[in-house]
């Protein structure tokens, strides 16, 4: 009986031995399989702005300076029933601070171009339909806005957004309020009602394009998918790992358009899981609302997104300001852009104010050469202007009458009417012009 109990043991312990080999040499051919990206050394967004002095240019720390361990992608979700691009995320990965941050850009972003709809969710599909492939095109439109390009991409589409929640097995969420709406055009069906429940993969997909009851509209839309991952970062985080998470990486790598490989999915998950729940946060580009030409717009806050820019994304050690980007924004009454404003009749639309998130940054200085050929070099001054208000280094208004103020960098001239403005301040050079005090408010261009 005792040789018999033995050769038992013998076996269970052989067993268990076997299953602990194969366990190993499996996590061991994982890990050896999962590879983080490879990384371009990738330089921010042509400047807009010509610098004569090459020798500044030469030493651009934007050149060869980025920040150790950090990965930027973009994410976007295509959506079948318009052929536009509603959900465009780019997002920072911090491998060495363990720190996920991801900032949503509206699908009515106003972007700098001439085309009779100038809004981000456009582009990709403007593409494909021209000939192109469409992901070139975005990720040059996030250039501009983001003054650097991401290094990874995904266009997700909603069948694979299905599978992968139905094979981690569904999320837990609670449906804030009730959210009731079919086109069967799109076959979609979204009927879900307040109150925590398990949502599948096509229940998950009705939560997060639902947005026809939100007061404001799109952007409660964003907020409500942001909650969504938050709510599955954390459940999985506290897991410990991804359930299927083999079957994942083969629907990702498949089902998406993507210059990632599975193993660096594989990698990304990985490290995702090392974050701690707090440590993944979403954020939204802080923008107003705009009636322009009859359609309704996104008009991002200069100054307000250059702050969140380089808090939340820049992966670079220097940080990104003004002259990097090619953004259209509200100056006074009107619009300006960074660079050249794209088409003449944004002075003739009417505008309302209408903000999600917004902080009172202070703009970084331009330097200006003294000399310098090429395009007008747009000067931020050193507090946020009065309405949008510009510097210019030549005496041309940068904004057509009524539409706000504008000066020039040399003196201001005597007023020889009541009528003429009057500088808020005497000027302590001859030349050189005071900057007037300015509440840090003003500069939301709202």
């Known amino acids: 009986m005792n040789n ?16 602990a080999v194969l366990g190993i040499a499996v996590f061991c051919f994982y890990m050896a399989w999962e590879k983080a990206p490879d990384l371009d050394p990738v330089a921010p967004s042509t400047k807009p702005v010509e610098i004569a002095d090459k020798k500044d240019k030469e030493n651009d720390a934007f050149d060869t300076h980025r920040q150790d361990g950090i990965y930027t992608f973009l994410l976007v979700g295509n959506d079948d029933g318009t052929g536009n691009t509603d959900t465009i995320m780019v997002g920072k990965l911090d491998t060495k601070e363990h720190k996920i941050d991801v900032v949503n ?15 981000i969710n456009s582009v990709y599909w403007g593409s494909k339909n021209s000939g192109g492939n469409g992901i070139d095109a975005l990720n040059q439109h996030v250039k501009n806005i983001t003054g650097f390009e991401p ?32 086109d069967p055009a799109q076959n979609l069906y979204i009927h879900l009602d307040p109150g925590m429940q398990h949502l599948d993969g096509y229940a998950a997909m009705g939560l997060c394009r ?4 939100y007061a404001n509209g799109d952007f409660g839309r964003i907020e409500m998918q942001q909650k969504f991952l938050k709510a599955c970062a954390e459940q999985f985080i506290t897991l410990g790992n991804v359930p299927n998470v083999s079957k994942v990486v083969k629907i990702l790598a498949d089902g998406m358009d993507t210059n990632l ?11 995702a899981l090392k974050c701690q729940p707090e440590d993944i946060n979403f954020h939204m580009v802080p923008s107003g609302s705009a009636g322009i030409g009859g359609l309704s717009y996104s008009v991002i806050e200069l100054y307000p997104w250059i ?3 380089n808090q939340c994304l820049n992966p670079f050690e220097k ?10 924004y509200r100056d006074g009454n009107g619009y300006t852009a960074t660079t050249t404003l794209a088409g003449d009749w944004y002075y003739s639309s009417s505008s309302s104010s209408g903000n999600t998130a917004t902080t009172n940054a202070v703009p970084p200085v331009e330097e200006v050469p003294e000399e310098s050929e090429g395009p ?20 041309t208004p940068t904004t057509p009458p009524d539409s706000g103020e504008t000066e020039t960098p040399v003196a201001p001239p005597e007023p020889e009417t009541p009528a003429e403005p009057v500088a808020p301040t005497e000027p302590t050079e001859p030349t050189v012009p005071e900057v007037p005090e300015t509440n840090p408010e003003d500069a939301v261009f709202g």
């Open 4 to 19: 018999k109990k033995k050769l038992v043991l013998r076996i269970l312990l052989s067993v268990f031995g076997t299953l």
């Open 105 to 119: 850009i509206p699908r009515d972003t106003l972007i700098n171009v001439d085309w009779s709809v100038r809004k």
């Open 151 to 182: 290094d990874c991409y995904a266009i997700i589409d909603l069948g694979v957004f299905i599978d992968v929640i139905d094979a981690l097995g569904g999320v837990d969420f609670e449906v804030p309020v009730p959210m009731h709406y079919e």
């Open 210 to 213: 639902f947005r026809h009851d």
């Open 261 to 271: 490989s599975g193993a660096n999915i594989a990698y990304f998950i990985r490290q």
């Open 307 to 309: 702050d969140m820019l």
């Open 319 to 328: 940080a990104i300001s003004a002259s990097d980007l090619d953004i259209v």
């Open 376 to 395: 007008t070099i747009i000067v931020v001054p050193s507090v946020p202007p009065e309405q949008g208000e510009i510097i210019t280094p030549e005496e």
